[in-house]
T-cell receptor, first 114, second 112 residues
């Protein structure tokens, strides 16, 4: 079993739709949760960074973390064609030499069509 | 936001040669940088953690003599793929730790 599970999709939605992306994980030591967006042949771009449980909103993006269920989500409101990319969840363990080592999900390929 | 650059962005080399990839944090100092490898349609896999002024820490299964890492300053880490072979062809991405972890644009290595 992988430490982080993410449905690879692909996911195709019409412009303006609300997109829901999610990941589950098995390591209860994960404390930091991130969502990255990666365009083809480019490095990942940090979208959201959350510590522990709770919600965080930034513009059209909302990240949720439910540590009790080991489940994280990213919601994109009013999706645009420019949001078409691969979305990667990532997690790390807080503290010590493990801090900063990220474990990634497989990534979900999202296409927003006009 | 924090900017991380990589050079070169794309390199083609012959089998048996060595290739050096540079990773720079442009507007912040990074005592820790990370090197990842990404095969097509797969996620990023951590190869090693690079610490300024000390030896890199490699993940299980990564050959430290093949993937040489040097973190000579707070803004520069280099990865050298020694005696590259076709199976080393991949997308190599570095990241630097600040408030979160910021990634470079990646280097596509093709070994013929």
């Amino acid at each position: 079993q992988k430490e982080v599970e993410q449905d690879p999709g692909p996911l195709s939605v019409p412009e303006g739709a609300i997109v829901s992306l999610n990941c589950t994980y098995s390591n209860s030591a994960f404390q930091y949760f991130m969502w990255y967006r990666q365009y083809s042949r480019k490095g990942p771009e940090l979208l959201m960074y959350t510590y522990s449980s709770g919600n965080k909103e930034d513009g059209r993006f909302t990240a949720q973390v439910d540590k009790s269920s080991k489940y994280i989500s990213l919601f994109i409101r009013d999706s645009q064609p420019s949001d078409s990319a691969t979305y990667l969840c990532a997690m790390s363990v807080a503290g010590g030499t493990s801090y900063g080592k990220l474990t990634f999900g497989q990534g979900t390929i999202l296409t927003v069509h006009p | 936001g924090a900017v991380v650059s990589q050079h070169p962005s794309w390199v083609i080399c012959k089998s048996g040669t060595s290739v050096k990839i540079e990773c720079r944090s442009l507007d912040f100092q990074a005592t820790t940088m990370f090197w990842y490898r990404q095969f097509p349609k797969q996620s990023l896999m951590l190869m090693a953690t690079s610490n300024e002024g000390s030896k890199a820490t490699y993940e299980q299964g990564v050959e430290k003599d093949k993937f040489l890492i040097n973190h000579a300053s707070l803004t520069l880490s280099t990865l050298t793929v020694t005696s590259a072979h076709p199976e080393d062809s991949s997308f190599y991405i570095c990241s630097a730790r600040g408030q979160g972890q910021f990634f470079g644009p990646g280097t596509r290595l093709t070994v013929l």
